[in-house]
T-cell receptor, first 111, second 108 residues
């Protein structure tokens, strides 16, 4: 059964801690993306990767880091430098300019 | 990058009424994609429009792309409670720029 998985579903972080959100896809897509969604708002692009070992900053990359060591995996680290990290984080993937397939998301809350 | 404005932000309708959300840009768009996000869920792709003046239908949903490729609309005829959610437009060839979404509430 193909798709995108994200874990954990809910994540709580203390201030000053780094946390890593997992995103895995078995769709064999080259491109993967991370978006942030705040309540009642649209999706904003954090980082994206078009190929293994390469990634680019999106509109709101400050305080985040990513890696793309494998085609199927694109983890996102929320660092302590991110001043307001509480949000819903969505990972997506696609092939070429085709539709984006989204994972179920991770809700991050800073305590 | 390309910016898209989406209106209205929120709409509450009685079941059976029609609903329309609009996506507007000051620049020519290469494409428009529409997504639906159910409450607590993730965005799910509905359709992509790429041609000037294009109109596509999916059952009660009608999608239009303007002649100048600067605006798009999603129209739902005779809404049902299953239509509840937030509808987003997005544009771009790889990473998408999304509108802020229109949240639809349907009163049974």
């Amino acid at each position: 059964d193909g798709g995108i998985t994200q874990s954990p579903k809910y994540l709580f972080r203390k201030e000053g801690q780094n946390v890593t959100l997992s995103c895995e896809q078995n769709l064999n897509h080259d491109a993967m993306y991370w978006y942030r969604q705040d309540p009642g708002q649209g999706l904003r692009l954090i980082y994206y990767s078009q190929i293994v070992n390469d990634f680019q900053k999106g509109d709101i990359a400050e305080g985040y880091s990513v890696s793309r060591e494998k085609k199927e995996s694109f983890p996102l680290t929320v660092t302590s430098a991110q001043k307001n990290p509480t949000a819903f984080y969505l990972c997506a993937s696609n092939e070429g300019a085709d539709t984006q397939y989204f994972g179920p998301g991770t809700r991050l809350t800073v305590l | 990058g390309q910016q898209v404005m989406q209106i209205p932000q929120y709409q509450h309708v009685q079941e059976g009424e029609d609903f329309t959300t609009y996506c507007n840009s000051s620049t020519t768009l290469s494409n428009i994609q529409w997504y639906k996000q159910r409450p607590g869920g993730h965005p799910v792709f509905l359709i992509q429009l790429v041609k000037s003046g294009e109109v596509k239908k999916q059952k009660r949903l009608t999608f239009q792309f303007g002649e100048a490729k600067k605006n798009s609309s999603l129209h739902i005829t005779a809404t049902q409670t299953t239509d509840v959610g937030t509808y987003f437009c997005g544009t771009g060839r790889r990473a998408l720029t999304f509108g802020s979404g229109t949240r639809l509430q349907v009163q049974p």
